[in-house]
């Protein structure tokens, strides 16, 4: 059968009419989208931001790991930051989530300047951007419009990362997010800034795997240390630095420390003593003998991919005039 040039051009010009109103209609997410909208949301973003981990280094993490529940549960559409008897933030790998007070105070001021025109998802991706930035990353443009999520239920969550998951487990999470090996090494070098209560690692230091034995991952000279802030059957809730000597700094000491046996996570050490993850930690230090890798640039190339997980955009979801609850 013969096309004729018209039809061709017909076929052509559907195509293109229909990207152009994919476009338009704010599909995908895109630098510069609140431009004539809300052209002050990164500067007030920024100030909250700023201001809150000026008082309190150790929102940084709070911030970033609030992005990184939310993003992993629904994709990025701010799911975890809604109340509700049963909602994300009820689940156990939440509770110790930090730092939502200065989402809400962004929030209220954005309202203030540019009412219903910022999603809490958005206000959410720049915050954790500045938080890191505020403590030493590299920044990064982020990408915004992302709409917000109706939907957020604790039962959601068992999916999350863990703090125990072999690094087969830690792949596959990661995999079903669009998210390769390389961005889960990179995106769990965030833990440079975190902390960890001691139940969440406390079995590594006396009982590892019913041995009545330490985890032989853990250097014998780190043990007395860990075992110090964590004594056996001792209060759970204390936290501890996951990178040793420069918790509130994001550097590459993180990836030295998993080097030196002084990993506090289980999930953590593995990415050292497993060879599928090694060499990716020894590209971050220098190690390898092939082309070093960045970890400021991969970190924030990483944190743009994971941003866009599971998006919701244009019709899709709204957007909030509180990011406590749905309007």
């Given at each position: 059968?013969?096309v004729?040039?018209?039809?061709?051009?017909?076929?052509?010009?559907?195509?293109?009419?229909?990207?152009?109103?994919?476009?338009?209609?704010?599909?995908?997410t895109?630098?510069?989208?609140?431009?004539?909208?809300?052209?002050?949301?990164?500067?007030?973003?920024?100030?909250?931001?700023?201001?809150?981990?000026?008082?309190?280094p150790?929102?940084?993490?709070?911030?970033?790991?609030?992005?990184?529940?939310?993003?992993?549960?629904?994709g990025?559409?701010?799911?975890?930051?809604l109340?509700?008897?049963s909602?994300e933030?009820?689940?156990?790998?939440?509770?110790?989530?930090?730092?939502?007070?200065?989402?809400?105070?962004?929030k209220?001021?954005l309202?203030?300047?540019?009412p219903?025109?910022?999603?809490?998802?958005?206000?959410?991706?720049?915050?954790?951007?500045d938080?890191?930035?505020?403590?030493?990353?590299?920044?990064?443009?982020?990408?915004?419009?992302?709409?917000?999520?109706?939907?957020?239920?604790a039962?959601?969550?068992?999916n999350?990362?863990?703090?125990?998951?072999?690094?087969?487990?830690?792949?596959?999470?990661?995999?079903?997010?669009?998210?390769?090996?390389?961005?889960?090494?990179t995106?769990?070098?965030?833990?440079?800034?975190?902390?960890?209560?001691?139940?969440?690692?406390?079995?590594?230091?006396?009982?590892?795997?019913?041995?009545?034995?330490?985890?032989?991952?853990?250097?014998?000279?780190?043990?007395?240390?860990?075992?110090?802030l964590?004594p056996?059957?001792?209060?759970?809730?204390?936290?501890?630095?996951?990178?040793?000597?420069?918790?509130?700094?994001f550097?590459?000491?993180?990836?030295?420390n998993?080097?030196?046996?002084?990993?506090v996570?289980?999930?953590?050490?593995?990415?050292?003593?497993?060879?599928?993850?090694?060499p990716?930690?020894?590209?971050?230090?220098?190690?390898?003998?092939l082309l070093?890798?960045?970890?400021n640039?991969?970190?924030?190339?990483?944190?743009?991919?994971?941003?866009?997980?599971?998006?919701?955009?244009?019709?899709q979801?709204?957007?909030?005039?509180?990011?406590?609850?749905?309007n």
């Amino acid at each position: 059968m013969k096309v004729s040039f018209f039809s061709i051009m017909a076929i052509l010009m559907c195509l293109l009419l229909a990207t152009l109103t994919t476009v338009a209609q704010g599909q995908g997410t895109r630098v510069g989208f609140y431009g004539t909208t809300c052209p002050s949301v990164e500067s007030i973003v920024r100030t909250a931001v700023q201001s809150a981990v000026r008082a309190d280094p150790t929102l940084a993490a709070g911030l970033l790991r609030i992005f990184f529940h939310d993003c992993f549960v629904h994709g990025c559409d701010g799911s975890v930051l809604l109340d509700g008897p049963s909602s994300e933030k009820t689940a156990i790998p939440n509770l110790s989530l930090r730092g939502f007070e200065v989402i809400d105070a962004a929030k209220s001021q954005l309202e203030t300047t540019c009412p219903g025109v910022v999603s809490c998802a958005d206000i959410s991706a720049l915050a954790a951007r500045d938080a890191v930035v505020a403590v030493g990353a590299t920044s990064w443009q982020v990408p915004l419009g992302r709409r917000d999520g109706l939907v957020s239920q604790a039962s959601d969550t068992a999916n999350l990362p863990a703090f125990n998951d072999p690094i087969s487990v830690q792949i596959s999470k990661f995999a079903d997010k669009g998210l390769n090996t390389q961005d889960l090494v990179t995106l769990v070098g965030g833990h440079t800034i975190g902390t960890a209560g001691c139940a969440t690692f406390s079995y590594r230091l006396y009982n590892f795997n019913g041995t009545n034995q330490p985890d032989p991952d853990i250097n014998p000279a780190f043990l007395p240390q860990l075992r110090a802030l964590c004594p056996n059957g001792g209060d759970g809730t204390v936290r501890v630095g996951l990178d040793t000597g420069s918790v509130n700094r994001f550097d590459t000491s993180y990836f030295t420390n998993l080097r030196n046996g002084r990993g506090v996570l289980e999930s953590d050490s593995k990415l050292w003593s497993d060879p599928t993850t090694r060499p990716i930690v020894q590209r971050f230090l220098g190690l390898s003998g092939l082309l070093g890798l960045r970890f400021n640039v991969e970190f924030g190339r990483s944190m743009v991919k994971m941003g866009n997980i599971e998006l919701k955009t244009g019709s899709q979801g709204e957007i909030r005039r509180v990011c406590t609850a749905t309007n």
